[in-house]
């Protein structure tokens, strides 16, 4: 049996967890956090956009990642009853030497698959969102905003459901976890019994989980 732990309970390892528990059914996944709930830093501290690639180079992995990723959280959130909006987005030209990089993001944007992607002049800015001063505009139909903390809740609530184990008040030793990292990934076959892929475990998280039966 394959044996996972992932350490920290932010966006990232959710995602992480819940990737590998699709992958691998039948594994054995732990997710350790050191705070007493998931998602009580950055991912529940940030701006709530659902962002979709605007500004990323054309054909690079951030610029396709970011473009199937706002569709498949907008989807994660209808199915599981997140908030969220699709309110879209404007990005605005403040003068007129920003509109050259307004027109530049225009292009990369469409580049990258974005849908319906539409150039404003200042009079149709001003209808749209009469609080914003500027000489033109982008409208960005895709983006839109998400409670990211119901959005990580609703993961535990998945992963919990996909018996992954989502252990909070677990911190690891902050100068073990990038050894830990590197081996959970080549060491998955073999494992047996306790988490002998994580050779920091003996001195940082192995009593702790030795108890609950790893
Ligand atoms: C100002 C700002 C605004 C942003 N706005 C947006 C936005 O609008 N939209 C968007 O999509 N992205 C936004 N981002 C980016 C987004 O918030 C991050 O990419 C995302 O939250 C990163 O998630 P994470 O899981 O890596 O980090 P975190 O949410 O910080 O999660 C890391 C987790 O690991 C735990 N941890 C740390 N050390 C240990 C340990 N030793 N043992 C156990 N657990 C540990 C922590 O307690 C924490 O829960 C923004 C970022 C910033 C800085």
Redesign the pocket.
């Known amino acids: 049996m394959k044996h996972v732990i992932v350490?920290?309970?932010?966006?990232?390892?959710l995602g992480t967890a819940l990737q590998l528990a699709r992958l691998h059914p039948g594994a054995r996944i732990r997710l350790?956090?050191?705070?007493p709930k998931?998602?009580?830093?950055?991912?529940t501290h940030?701006?709530?956009?659902l962002?979709a690639g605007l500004y990323y180079k054309p054909g690079s992995l951030k610029a396709r990642l970011a473009v199937s990723g706002i569709r498949l959280m907008t989807a994660f959130c209808q199915e599981h009853g997140v908030k969220h909006e699709i309110c879209g987005k404007i990005v605005v030209a403040t003068n007129d030497a920003e509109i050259a990089r307004l027109h530049t993001l225009l292009e990369r944007g469409t580049q990258n698959g974005l849908r319906d992607l539409r150039w404003l002049s200042q009079d149709e800015l001003s209808e749209i969102e009469p609080h914003a001063a500027g000489v033109a505009a982008v409208r960005v139909p895709e983006e839109g905003i998400v409670d990211y903390a119901g959005v990580c809740v609703a993961m535990q609530r998945v992963l919990v459901r996909s018996d992954v184990e989502v252990m909070t008040g677990?911190?690891?030793?902050?100068s073990t976890?990038p050894v830990c990292t590197v081996t959970v990934w080549r060491s998955l076959p073999g494992c047996s019994g306790r988490p002998a892929f994580c050779p920091f475990a003996e001195s940082t998280i192995s009593s702790s989980l030795r108890h609950r039966g790893w």
């Open positions: 350490i920290g309970g932010g966006l990232v390892g350790l956090e050191k705070e998931v998602g009580a830093h950055q991912s940030n701006s709530g956009v962002h677990m911190r690891t030793s902050s976890v």
